[in-house]
Structure formats: structure tokens, C-alpha cells
């Protein structure tokens, strides 16, 4: 139990362009889901704390407007990279604490890597 | 502020030895919580081993165990028995009081035969 996917798992696209990765917990209920951004042999950054039902909690430099979160389910987050740019290219990852287990039970989906020409 | 340090350059181990991956960690946090994660190269995030601030014993976990000196604030991980396949990333991470993950640089091993 406790598997969480991310769709799709690698994404090229032109500049310009918006990309929606979508993050579902596939067994379980997930109140707060986290989105990860981590760049070619660097560690994971954490980007927003996504809550069901409101509105998500970004970190300290991260443009929401640009990274837009929509967790509109408890099995479902979305991050759509807005205007993508070749800077934005990088591996995204999220997790999903799951909704009846202690705080420190989170789940990582496999990624999705995005590439941005 | 949270901050997870992990200083050690890549490491060759060869098969059937032990390694030791060093972290340390600085919190205010009385509660908080410690984690290591293995990143192969295909990048999912596969959890090893957790580490409550209020465990009274370190950590095991097969292969894995987690060598917690609180008042040293470090959290090194070693893996007993390396197989080919523990070749990899781990990174050293520490929850803290509202559930957000801070991540360590990471460690590269890479196991010989």
C-alpha cells in the first residue's frame, strides 16, 4: 500500500508552453501533498506544501504564479509550470502524507522529469 | 532555520563491506524527526530508515541502521553487507514542526565488485 504515481514521467516542450504534472496517491487518502524540484545532481528543494481543498503554501522564492498547485482532491495535486522556460527545466518529485498515519509518513511518487527546449 | 549537512565526497565500497554516511543536522525544534533516502539513477526516492528525536534506541532496518548521537546532532547511516545494488544517492533529511521535509546535499556510493 501507500503508492503514489506522478504523470507523465518525462516531458519535453517548447518555450512558452504550460506542462501539467499531475501526482495522485493511488491506495490512500492524502490531506497534504509536498512538490520537489531538484535540479542534475543537487538535492531536493522543496517547492509547496499543497493542503486539499485550499490554497497552497509555497516556499520562500518560488514564483506561484508560475507554479501553479491544485489539489482538488484527496487523491490528486497538479502542478502546472506556467510559461515554462528552459530554466525550469528539472526533475520534479512529489510526496503525499497519508491522511490516518503519523506526520512523518510521506510517500514520493517516481518523478517527472521535464525538459523545457 | 534547518539545516542538513553532508560533507563526504563520492565513496567506492567494495562488495560485502560496511560504509558509514555522515550527517549532521541543526534544528531549534525540540521535537523532529530524521529520515534517509536512497536515489538511484533511476530518481525515485526509496525511504530506508527513521529516526524519532525521542528514540530511546537507534534505528534498524535490515541492512540499514541509523547511528543517532543527539547531543552530537548527528544521524549517520550505515549499511552493512553493500550489495551492487545499494549504488546510489542517499540523502540525509530532517522533518520539521509543520511536517516539511529539509534535504541533505546527498552522498554518492557506488559499490565494486
Known amino acids: 500500500g501507500a503508492v503514489v504515481s506522478q504523470h507523465p514521467s518525462r516531458v519535453i516542450c517548447k518555450s512558452g508552453t504550460s506542462v501539467k504534472i499531475e501526482c495522485r496517491s493511488l491506495d490512500f487518502q492524502a490531506t497534504t501533498m509536498f512538490w520537489y524540484r531538484q535540479f542534475p545532481k543537487q538535492s531536493l528543494m522543496l517547492m509547496a506544501t499543497?493542503?486539499?481543498?485550499?490554497?497552497?503554501?509555497?516556499e520562500q522564492g518560488v514564483e506561484k504564479d508560475k507554479f501553479l498547485i491544485n489539489h482538488a482532491s484527496l487523491t490528486l495535486s497538479t502542478l502546472t509550470v506556467t510559461s515554462a522556460h528552459p530554466e525550469d527545466s528539472s526533475f520534479y518529485i512529489c510526496?503525499?502524507?497519508?491522511?490516518?498515519?503519523?506526520?512523518?509518513?510521506?510517500?514520493f511518487g517516481p518523478g517527472t522529469r521535464l525538459t523545457v527546449l | 532555520a534547518q539545516k542538513i549537512t553532508q560533507t563526504q565526497p563520492g565513496m567506492f565500497v567494495q562488495e560485502k563491506e560496511a560504509v558509514t554516511l555522515d550527517c549532521t543536522y541543526d534544528t531549534s525544534d525540540p521535537s523532529y524527526g530524521l529520515f534517509w533516502y536512497k536515489q538511484p539513477s533511476s530518481g525515485e526516492m526509496i525511504f530506508l530508515i527513521y529516526q524519532g528525536s525521542y528514540d530511546q534506541q537507534n534505528a534498524t532496518e535490515g541492512r540499514y541502521s541509523l547511528n543517532f548521537q543527539k547531543a552530537r546532532k548527528s544521524a549517520n547511516l550505515v549499511i552493512s553487507a553493500s550489495q551492487l545494488g545499494d549504488s546510489a544517492m542517499y540523502f540525509c533529511?530532517?522533518?520539521?514542526?509543520?511536517?516539511?521535509?529539509?534535504f541533505g546535499k546527498g552522498n554518492q556510493v557506488v559499490v565494486i565488485p
Open positions: 510526496s503525499a502524507r497519508h491522511a490516518s498515519r503519523g506526520p512523518d509518513e510521506q510517500f
Open positions: 499543497s493542503n486539499e481543498g485550499s490554497k497552497a503554501t509555497y
Open positions: 533529511a530532517m522533518r520539521s514542526g509543520n511536517n516539511r521535509l529539509a
